[in-house]
């Protein structure tokens, strides 16, 4: 399809909305800028056109497949800029409803963070009704979405209070490598047997950059430390002590005393091992994840994760065990595969385990993911289960919209009934079902840093390969920094790595 937009200022948010509303569709951007054509200049039969024309009085959106429709809606006179664009985005929303015959659950917000106005307008004094308003009215969102965005914004505000946004600050330290790749990843994962030479040499940089970020931190607050990747636990035991004691040597007694929360993304289960367990344990970790991701062995192997459902149910045990008392388990809705007796069937074994906080995601399919050429591979199936929905009785590889809308329908229920409370939320590109990841957990057992992550309220210092650091100086002043995303060249160039922070925290 190709679209055609006559403003250049609103043409990428016309482009993120469209692609909410045609997410498996490759969408060909003209020229920003240029003319926006209209129904009755485009020829039937060729290609697909949406046509976004933005005049200071209408927004007119047209839209042909075969057939031409024009839709048309007024602009008020007098409007400030900001308001101008809204009033547009509005109208292209209603102009997309009509085309489409479909409704979108978070309406025409498309930001990977739609709780952040709900928490921003909370903490501006606005009231619940004010707050709701906002997302049903100039947002079209859901009443179910807006309600949870609301009821998330509160318990965050509630979290938030307890920290320091300015003095504090978060560690991130990133892993790279894990047993082998999921077919759905697009995170920096690396099989560790390639690396295994090398995993000294990256745990010697991160000891560079802990000494950096010693330095430059001092006086300063920790709050959180956050271990992910990757899989850090895909480390040996004698790697993981290595990794544990130079966060020993980084912490100061009065960073011990204050650190509100400590946890290491165990992953995955294949990896997780007594002795590893209590090294983590020892070293003071707090909140583990051991993810499932799905309790069906069928799927299990059909996603690559190299596990089985057994695995996963001892890894969990082995953690109560060795005495851990906030396991999180992450889920993806959405696998290949999968319809609503498979999902049941996982909560329903996740329900037995009773974890202390569990992450449910909606699958969305990256560019890096295997998953993509593996779809072409299963030939149309793919593509076709999306638009037909012909995953509702689990025969299909992908589930479509509504399909979506039931397996969370289940999760969210499913979480209720563990006792966790949803409180943190994001989006992702190409999110299945136009839906959203939520995490739920225990009172009092919320994961600070996913939090801290989202809303982008507090500084993050990120170390490792293929990170992301956060000078957080108020929610509207916000700069960040990368580290190389190949293992080599991070480790290559640590000095340079160390150099980027010093320039984006140090000025
Ligand atoms: S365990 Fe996680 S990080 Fe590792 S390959 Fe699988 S999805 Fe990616």
Known sequence: MKLVCSNDRFEYDTYLLVKEFWPKEEIGRQAAGS???????????????????????????????????????????????????????????RGLCAITGQKLPWGNLTGVRPVKPARQMILSGASEEEVLDFYKKTRFVSNEKSSLALEIAKREAGILQRLDPVKGYSLYIGIPFCPTR???????????????????????????????????????KIDTIYIGGGTPTALSEDELQVLMNLIDGFLSDEDRKNLLEFTVEAGRPDSITAGKLRILKKAGVGRISVNPQTMNEETLKRIGRAHSVEETVKAFYLAREEGFENINMDLILGLPGEGIREVEHTLSEIEKLAPDSLTVHSLAIKRSALMKDWLKEQGNGGKQAWEDGSAKEGKGLLAGHDLMTDMAAAAYASAARLGLNPYYLYRQKNIAGNLENVGFAREDLYGIY????????????????????????????ISRCDTAKDIGLYMDGIDEMIRRKEELFCR
């Open 182 to 220: 999921c077919l759905y990843c697009s995170f920096l994962s690396n099989p560790i047997a390639k690396w295994q030479n090398r995993v000294v040499e990256y745990l010697s940089c991160i000891e560079k950059e802990l000494a950096f970020t010693k330095k430059a931190f001092a006086g300063r």
């Open 450 to 477: 996913n939090i801290l992550m989202m809303e982008e309220v507090q500084s993050i210092v990120a170390l490792g390969a293929g990170t992301v650091s956060k000078r957080v100086l108020s929610e509207k002043e």
């Open 35 to 93: 003319d926006a054509l209209f129904a009755d200049e485009i020829k039937a039969g060729e290609e697909a056109v949406l046509s976004c024309r933005y005049d200071n009085c209408r927004t007119v959106i047209a839209y042909t497949p075969d057939e031409a429709m024009q839709y048309e809606f007024p602009i008020e006179e007098g409007l400030s800029e900001k308001e101008y664009r809204n009033a547009h985005m509005r109208n292209l929303y």
